[in-house]
Each structure stands twice: as C-alpha cells, then as structure tokens.
C-alpha cells in the first residue's frame, strides 16, 4: 500500500488546472495551513487504526504546490508520517515541488525529514510557453533547483513535461526534452494537454482566442518524446512515463497495478478494502469534519470484484508491460481470457494489443490508441 496526501495550496492558479488547490491571501495562509495539517494528522490517524496490518511503501505529498508550505511546516509534516504509518524499510518518499518555490535550504531540509524523491512541475523550457499556460516560474529556475536537488542529496529527480500547449511548436518540444535530458532526471513524465472543462484555457481555445496544436501535431510531439527518451536511455514503462533502470515510480506502479492507497487531505482519493472513496474539495469543510472527528466523504463506493477486475485490465493496459495473465487468474481466480474474450480478440484483431510472454499489452499503435484499448475491458 501507499500513502498520497494532498496539499491543496498553490501560488497561482495554472489556466489548464483542474485539480483541486486555491491560493490563499497571506493573511490566512498560516492559521488555515496550521489547521489543515493538524486535521492531515487526525485522518492518518484514523486509517492506522483501522488497518493496523497495512504495510506501507511509498509516500506521495502531492497537489496543489506542497512546497508553497514552508520547508519546516512540509518536513514536520513528512518525518510524524514516516514515524506515526507503519512504512516499511526504505519507503520511496516524493514530493511535488514547483521550480520557484524550491529553495536550496528547503531541498535540505525535506532530504532530512527523509524526502528520497522529487517531482519537478517543468512543464516547459520556453518562457513564452509557461506564460501561455499561467504557470509561475521561469525556465532559469529549473537548473538552480534540480543542482540545489542534488547538493541535498536527492538524486532521484523525475521532471513533469507537457506538450500540446497553446503556439507550441514541434522544434519548442523537441529543445524541451534535450533540455531535460541534459539535466540528467532520473525519471520523466510527458503528458499531452487537456482542455479540462471550465479551465480559463479551455475556455479561450472554445472563443477562438487561443490555438493549439492539433491531434496530429499531438501525436507526432508524443512520438518525439518516445524516440528521443528512448535514446538518451530511458525505458518507456508506462503510457506517458520514462525512466532510468530501478528508477521507475513505485507509488505511482500501485496505481497502475490497482493496488490499495490511502488518499489523505481535501479533494484526495483513496482505495482501501475495495472501497473507493474522494474526500469532499473543500479545504474548509474537510478542516470542519475533522474537528468533528469524522472522515471528510464526498462518496465512498464499494467496488465488486468484477469492477476491480475491469479496473484491473484499464489501469494495467497503460503499463508497457501490460498484465501478467498468471497473476491476474492468481488475484481473481479466473483468466483475463475467459472474461474479456470477446473484448481482447477484438483489440488483438485491431492490432491494438499483442498477447506475449504470458502478457497482454499494448502495441506501439495501441499506444496512441490508449482510451480506446482500455474502454474495452469496461462492462
Ligand atoms: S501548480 Fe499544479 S496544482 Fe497548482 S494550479 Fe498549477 S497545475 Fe494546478
């Protein structure tokens, strides 16, 4: 299992965002972080005593911006974790950290509190382009904090890129990725923007005010990334995820695998004992329940083995391992080809998927097809 909590703070809102974060005035930055974390530390509570037999490996701060808290609040926050959760030894510990509010002291700090792994919000190496997505640090800053990483000891760098973004062009996307390169993360991740509904962005391309670059500009930039990544000796392991060897992210492979989590904080989402819950977005109202002393729900499900099973086939078809049909008949007790067999020779008939090694997973045409390859193991 592991552990994701959400910090719900950012510096500014981005134009494409849609998670949930808010930026909050100075004067009530501090009493409404001091609240949130003591209400953070009830709800872990509440979990550790309920599933005392969970074995914890990962620990994922994510958001929001969680270095918008100050360095000792974060690391506070991250060493009563590691001390209170019953992790086991050699938990991978990342926190999501954005260019402009990582400072040399702070990577210090949280690499003492046992902070073995950071996930850099790049986005881009063109200033005009962070602009253009309303991001709020500059190219520059990128360099100073992945050394200001590695003076503190935290070698374990994985850069978050995008492509798709508004006036991006194939040779802007190209400079990006050798710029990242030439940092030398040990991981990268390259999503392509989506216009999320109700966004400031998404909103301007619908007026016409703003263009993007269409789905086959898109497809040829994802392609770049593989190629390029490839060739600088990164593994494509995951549908828009590259790593170096033994650097490929455990938290985010218990995703993958749909594995157990416990979500923590406003707006986070946990999976435990087959139910799937989503925390109310609403830092004020999550602060209150815990007060009260009550999980701060928005729904909570039950999911049935055949929901696990689906989500099972959705999630694992984005690995480029795809799913091991030994270990799926070992979990659930049947074979993926009795239950998806219409589904998969369709998908295999498409050539979208390859069945080998005892493994089914995608092709480098179902790669670009990817909704398509894991709506079919839906029923
Ligand atoms: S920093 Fe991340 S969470 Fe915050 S607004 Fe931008 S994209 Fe959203």
């Not at 985010?252 to 989402?269: E, H, K, M, V």
């Not at 039950?302 to 689906?310: A, C, K, L, T």
């Not at 239950?339 to 008939?349: H, P, S």
Request: charged fraction near 20%; proline fraction near 4%; hydrophobic fraction near 40%.
């Amino acid at each position: 299992m592991g552990v994701y909590v959400h910090i719900p703070f950012c510096a500014q809102k981005c134009y494409y965002c849609d998670f949930y974060s808010v930026v909050v005035s100075r004067e009530d930055f501090t009493s409404l972080v001091g609240s949130y974390l003591v209400s953070l530390r009830q709800e872990a509570l509440y979990y550790r005593d309920r599933w005392k037999d969970g074995h914890l490996e990962s620990l994922f701060i994510g958001g929001g911006t969680p270095t918008v808290l100050p360095p000792e609040e974060l690391a506070g926050l991250i060493s009563w974790f590691l001390e209170e959760l019953p992790f086991g030894a050699e938990p991978e510990v990342t926190v999501e950290a954005n260019p402009q509010s990582l400072t040399a002291a702070g990577a210090k700090v949280l690499a003492e509190a046992g902070v073995n792994r950071i996930s850099l919000g790049v986005q881009a190496f063109q200033n005009h382009l962070l602009e253009a997505i309303g991001r709020v640090h500059r190219a520059e800053q990128v360099k100073a904090s992945v050394a200001a990483l590695r003076q503190a000891g935290i070698s374990n760098v994985n850069l978050d890129l995008m492509f798709g973004l508004p006036g991006q062009s194939q040779r802007e996307w190209t400079e990006t990725l050798e710029s990242a390169i030439a940092l030398e993360p040990s991981h990268l991740s390259c999503y392509g923007l989506i216009l999320e509904e109700g966004t400031p962005l998404e909103k301007w391309v619908s007026a016409g005010l703003v263009e993007v670059p269409d789905d086959d500009l898109q497809a040829e930039m994802y392609e770049t990334a593989c190629r390029i990544l490839k060739g600088a000796g990164y593994e494509h392991y995951e549908i828009s995820n590259f790593a170096l060897p033994a650097r490929r992210s455990r938290h985010n492979l218990l995703y993958w695998r749909n594995q157990p989590f416990i979500g923590l904080g406003s707006g986070a989402t946990g999976y435990i004992q087959n139910c799937r819950y989503r925390n109310i977005p609403d830092l004020w109202r999550y602060i209150q329940c815990w007060r009260a002393g009550s999980p701060a729900y928005e729904d909570a499900e039950h999911v049935s083995p055949e929901q696990e099973m689906d989500e099972t086939m959705m999630v694992g078809m984005r690995l480029l391992e795809g799913v091991d049909e030994a270990s799926f008949r070992h979990r659930y007790g049947v074979s993926f080809w009795d239950v998806y067999q219409a589904a998969i020779a369709d998908l295999l008939d498409r050539g979208l998927v390859k069945y080998t090694e005892g493994r089914l997973r995608v092709t480098a045409r179902g790669l670009f097809l990817e909704n398509q390859v894991s709506q079919a193991f839906l029923r």
